[in-house]
């Protein structure tokens, strides 16, 4: 008998979805920007699964994981049967709130070493690099207006305790004989970027961004195009491994394999300790491109600094910019965090003239807030459950999913089939074995060194000193969500 017989999988309202209050007295967020461009005018949902459907593999989750996978399959081979089924609508959870940095491996390089050795390691860390060129190629070939631009990507120090923190990451890449980064001189960076607030850098020139809702919604169109069924408002309740059945509250899919790229919705038990939920904040202005362009910040440069609660900005072709910071937040049993707050709305608007001075005074459009899905060492695990179905999984994106679910969905497409390459050997090895200790521990301690880490990153900026408890609950903080800052 399995002990996997009627997995239940159970997936959240998203933070924020349908409110739109900045007011002091009832803050309540927004929609994600990007959501609210591709299905703000009333596009009508494609229609939930009623009744019974068949098909080699069934992939839950209609996000960057889900749908690149379903492309990938019918790609290496077209007679194979996919659907696909969404909660919600295709891309509603992080694909479609993320900031759209299209991010690689090499600030991970080491991390990635350790996970899969150095040869595999520098494979996967080049092929996530070329993953920008080809998405441009991919909206190019198939008409997606995804706003793609790829005018670089800077990882600057906006205060004195953030200067070098690439230093290592540096080194380590080119000992590997990788130099994806070029360091910019102080003037440059502050010309580039309109602002005083970044004391040096380090610019990775093929650094990409998009429009990320609007990707996943050109991605939906291209599997459909593939031959791919995708059901919205469909979320799975349950899967019967014995069987291969997925079910729906109104019907049910039977598969040979399931591929599970809910995220961090991701409910079942064997993969609960692996992630925690957090939560990253974001706000958008109104277009402003002659403020911008007066400023100096004409290019759709993506900005991090290098504090782990990291601050990061991008510019729209638009004029808009996006602004965002790590929250504080924590998940109980990696259950959805609380949404974005008026004080941390508050902090983001006092921060953001320091560090866009373009957009001093501009109106908000958007404030949102979404769920990270982080992995102790800041890496995706994929793997598959114990069962008689294949049942196959990826999460743990940590923040950076937009281009490695691209490489996701190549393991997962390649596991599913049984081939054997490169990706499913990738995806077999990307198995993480670290763990975060079990409940309460993790919540409540999780979150204390979390509130020490911005606590004392807002001390270092302001050149102050920081106390015994805070430095030593900071200290114990896991790698950053996305740059390794702090491994
Ligand atoms: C605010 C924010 C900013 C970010 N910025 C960046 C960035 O700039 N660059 C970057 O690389 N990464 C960024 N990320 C991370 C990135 O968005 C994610 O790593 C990536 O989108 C994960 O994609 P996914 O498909 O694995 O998961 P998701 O996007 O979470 O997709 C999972 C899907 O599964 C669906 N689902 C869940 N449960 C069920 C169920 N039971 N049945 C059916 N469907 C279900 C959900 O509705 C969802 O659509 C950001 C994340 C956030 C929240």
Redesign the pocket.
Known sequence: MSTMKHQS???AR?PGADAHSFSARKFTGSQ?LWLDEIYGNGTPARHPLFGADKADVCV????????WTAIDLKRRDPAVEVVV???????????????????TYMPKLSTLVQRLGTERALWLARESAAVRGWLGTFCAEHGIDADFTQHGWLWTASSKAQLRAWDETVKYAASLGEEPFLELDTEEIQARTGSPIHLAGIIDPQGA?VQ?AALVDGMARVAEGLGVRIYEH????GIDTDRGRVT?AQGAVDADTVVL???????VPALRRGFVTT????VATAPIPEELDASGYRECI?IDNSRLSMT?I?RTTGGRVVF?SAGAALGYQSRPTAPFNRAEFDRMMKALPAFVPGAAGAPITHA??????KSVDGLPSFGQLPGRTKVLY??G?????????VL?GRMLGAMALGVDDEWAECGRLMKGTSVYPPEPFRSIGGSVVRAAVIRSENRKDLGLKVGTPTRIAASLAATSS?LPAGE
């Not at 989750?61 to 749908?67: E, I, M, Q, V």
């Not at 089924?85 to 991010?103: F, I, K, N, T, Y």
């Open positions: 999988l159970n997936v998203h994600s839950v989750g209609a996000g960057f994981t889900g749908l089924l969404e909660a919600d609508r295709c891309g509603s959870g992080p694909s479609g709130q993320s900031a759209g940095v299209v991010g961004r990320p469909s979320e799975v309740r729906t790229a809910t995220g961090a919705f991701s409910r939560t990253s904040d974001l993506a990061g991008v965002g949102w807030s979404g769920m990270i899905d990826a999460v994106f940590s923040g950076n999913g937009v281009g490695p679910c996701a996305w």
